[in-house]
Each structure stands twice: as C-alpha cells, then as structure tokens.
Nanobody, 121 residues
Framework: VQLQASGGGLVQPGGSLRLSCVAS????????IGWFRQAPGKEREGVSC????????YYSDSVRGRFTFSRDNAENTVYLQLDSLKPEDTAVYYC???????????????WGQGTLVTVSS
C-alpha cells in the first residue's frame, strides 16, 4: 500500500487544519493507520493511530483533546483533524501502516511523503 499525506499549511495559533492520508494499491479496511510528526531537530513521534481490530484510538499526551482521528473506508482515506493548534505542533506530518498499541503506534512498511504544518502568527 502507498500512503500520501496532504492538507498541511500555515495557520495561526488556535487555528485548525485537517490532514488527509489517501491510500493506493490496497484497501484501508484491514489496515491500522498511524499519524506521526517530525519537528526540526527532533525525532519522529507517533501522535495518533487506530486499531481496526477493536476500534481503539490512541492519542499522545501532547495532542489528546485537540486532535481527532477518523477514517472513511469508502474513500480509502484517513483523516487527522488538528484543532487549537500551537506553535509546538509545527512539524512534517506523516501517515503509515502501524500496529496501534496502547503506548503508541509502531510503523511498518514504507513511509510516504509527509505534509508540513506550520503554526505561527
């Protein structure tokens, strides 16, 4: 499966964005998907994921209550709604197939191109 993230941009603090992750080459129906981000000079971190086995959705402490994970299998697309954005959310955001665990996503397979989110006034 090939995943492509999009929807990033420049937004002011407190603003919102919706990121999309579109799959090609395979259906997402049976794949757990995770969202990751990498800020300049920092390691990549997992921020959210869902488990198709039991419907569990994970959020990291840094985004819980502000970001919302959803999926539309008919569109073969996963979304991440970003609300109440902060400057520290600035990063390149990626999506990937994952094992969605209670302590965060573990990615497998290849990484697609990310999308840049910049939060600045």
């Amino acid at each position: 499966v090939q995943l492509q993230a999009s929807g990033g941009g420049l937004v002011q603090p407190g603003g919102s964005l919706r990121l999309s992750c579109v799959a090609s080459g395979s259906t997402l129906d049976y794949l757990s998907i995770g969202w990751f981000r990498q800020a300049p000079g920092k390691e990549r971190e997992g921020v959210s994921c869902d488990s198709v086995n039991d419907g569990y959705i994970y959020y990291s402490d840094s985004v819980r209550g502000r970001f919302t994970f959803s999926r539309d299998n008919a569109e073969n697309t996963v979304y991440l709604q970003l609300d109440s954005l902060k400057p520290e959310d600035t990063a390149v955001y990626y999506c990937a197939p994952v094992f969605c665990l209670t302590d965060g996503p573990v990615a497998f397979g290849s990484w697609g191109q990310g999308t840049l989110v910049t939060v600045s006034s």
